[in-house]
């Protein structure tokens, strides 16, 4: 069973609202390759999840809730520093898809790339999923293999104390009392007032994020040479459509979103091809990611027999997605075979 009221009910199109939360907010950008570590739980996590995407994409594909992977993505080094380490990474994972692209390189006709004058790196199998095509696609999938969605949030959760099956208690918005043997909470901010009164404190800090939809004015404007993803000074281009694009996102402390922030944005600190500071600015959103305070994201741990939390992924959300899942699988394996 699953308790989501954005999964139950009908998935909204982020630019038609301007507060938006989890994966509803998320540009879905894949940036596993590329991760600048090699070693570590982040590294191992990112792997794990590019090596289980393409089999994500493939099964939960369906003419009713069509998934793809969507790549390149190109990151434009900000220095000749960063280019040099860029250079260094693409020689070490070249058999990962990573090339490094000089500045002559660069596309500057039909649709000019922003220029930093430092070259970039292409990563052949990073990229995007679209994170609403995933909700819908996942819910789907999910339906079709018997599971009950709610459309209700978990308000309370509790140790049985009762005989039988079912150690935990969870009492939800709907005034429901569901007893089940292991509990899954991944409610990013919501996390942590459901796991405090249980004596598991695991504070969070919102971070925020805005995203706009912006429109070309040229009627012949073409993506052709474009990647998925185009990174520029930690801002991401997302081609969306034949003349639009998503630009963003901000990283924002607390969730109140400033819009003094969107000007320097738009313009990529003055990087911004000519093309781009003429778009009509059609749409724009915003979104809180879960930051765990004093611990590294994401939270990803079996807190008691059958309480497992995975939450607090930041910015790595849909990245992480198949990699938690598949850890959560095999803990809730785990408390189902040793349930009373």
């Given at each position: 069973?699953?308790?989501?009221?954005?999964?139950?009910?009908?998935?909204?199109?982020?630019?038609?609202?301007?507060?938006?939360?989890?994966?509803?907010?998320?540009?879905?950008?894949?940036?596993?390759?590329?991760?600048?570590?090699?070693?570590?739980?982040?590294?191992?996590?990112?792997?794990?999840?590019?090596?289980?995407?393409?089999?994500?994409?493939?099964?939960?594909?369906?003419?009713?809730?069509?998934?793809?992977?969507?790549?390149?993505?190109?990151?434009?080094?900000?220095?000749?520093?960063?280019?040099?380490?860029?250079?260094?990474?693409?020689?070490?994972?070249?058999?990962?898809?990573?090339?490094?692209?000089?500045?002559?390189?660069?596309?500057?006709?039909?649709?000019?790339?922003?220029?930093?004058?430092?070259?970039?790196?292409?990563?052949?199998?990073?990229?995007?999923?679209?994170?609403?095509?995933?909700?819908?696609?996942?819910?789907?999938?999910?339906?079709?293999?018997?599971?009950?969605?709610?459309?209700?949030?978990?308000?309370?959760?509790?140790?049985?104390?009762?005989?039988?099956?079912?150690?935990?208690?969870?009492?939800?918005?709907?005034?429901?009392?569901?007893?089940?043997?292991?509990?899954?909470?991944?409610?990013?901010?919501?996390?942590?007032?459901?796991?405090?009164?249980?004596?598991?404190?695991?504070?969070?800090?919102?971070?925020?994020?805005?995203?706009?939809?912006?429109?070309?004015?040229?009627?012949?404007?073409?993506?052709?040479?474009?990647?998925?993803?185009?990174?520029?000074?930690?801002?991401?281009l997302i081609p969306h459509g034949e003349r639009q694009l998503w630009l963003g996102?901000?990283?924002?402390?607390?969730?109140?979103?400033?819009?003094?922030?969107?000007?320097?944005?738009?313009?990529?600190?003055?990087?911004?091809?000519?093309?781009?500071?003429?778009?009509?600015?059609?749409?724009?959103?915003?979104?809180?990611?879960?930051?765990?305070?004093?611990?590294?994201?994401?939270?990803?741990?079996?807190?008691?027999?059958?309480?497992?939390?995975?939450?607090?992924?930041?910015?790595?959300?849909?990245?992480?997605?198949?990699?938690?899942?598949?850890?959560?699988?095999?803990?809730?394996?785990?408390?189902?075979?040793?349930?009373?």
């Amino acid at each position: 069973m699953l308790l989501d009221p954005c999964l139950a009910s009908e998935v909204p199109e982020a630019s038609s609202q301007r507060g938006l939360n989890g994966s509803t907010a998320s540009l879905g950008v894949l940036m596993g390759h590329c991760f600048r570590r090699s070693s570590g739980r982040g590294w191992r996590l990112r792997q794990r999840s590019m090596a289980l995407w393409p089999n994500w994409v493939s099964q939960l594909d369906h003419p009713s809730s069509p998934l793809s992977l969507q790549t390149p993505l190109v990151q434009l080094a900000a220095s000749a520093e960063e280019a040099e380490r860029m250079r260094q990474l693409a020689q070490v994972r070249r058999e990962r898809g990573l090339q490094f692209l000089e500045e002559p390189a660069l596309p500057s006709a039909q649709t000019p790339w922003p220029r930093t004058g430092h070259g970039a790196l292409l990563s052949e199998q990073d990229g995007r999923v679209d994170p609403l095509g995933l909700l819908r696609a996942l819910r789907r999938a999910f339906k079709a293999q018997g599971g009950t969605l709610r459309s209700t949030s978990a308000q309370h959760l509790e140790r049985s104390s009762a005989g039988g099956n079912g150690r935990w208690r969870v009492v939800t918005a709907a005034g429901d009392s569901l007893r089940v043997d292991a509990v899954v909470i991944c409610s990013a901010l919501g996390s942590a007032p459901l796991l405090e009164p249980l004596g598991h404190p695991r504070p969070m800090e919102a971070v925020l994020g805005q995203v706009l939809e912006l429109k070309r004015q040229d009627s012949q404007a073409s993506w052709e040479h474009w990647p998925a993803v185009l990174t520029c000074g930690g801002i991401n281009l997302i081609p969306h459509g034949e003349r639009q694009l998503w630009l963003g996102a901000t990283v924002e402390p607390g969730s109140e979103a400033n819009p003094s922030l969107l000007p320097a944005m738009q313009t990529l600190n003055n990087l911004a091809p000519q093309w781009l500071h003429d778009t009509e600015r059609v749409g724009q959103w915003h979104g809180l990611r879960a930051r765990p305070q004093g611990r590294p994201a994401p939270l990803l741990e079996q807190l008691e027999p059958g309480l497992i939390l995975a939450s607090g992924h930041y910015r790595n959300g849909v990245l992480l997605a198949p990699a938690s899942a598949e850890w959560v699988s095999q803990q809730i394996d785990g408390s189902i075979l040793t349930a009373p």
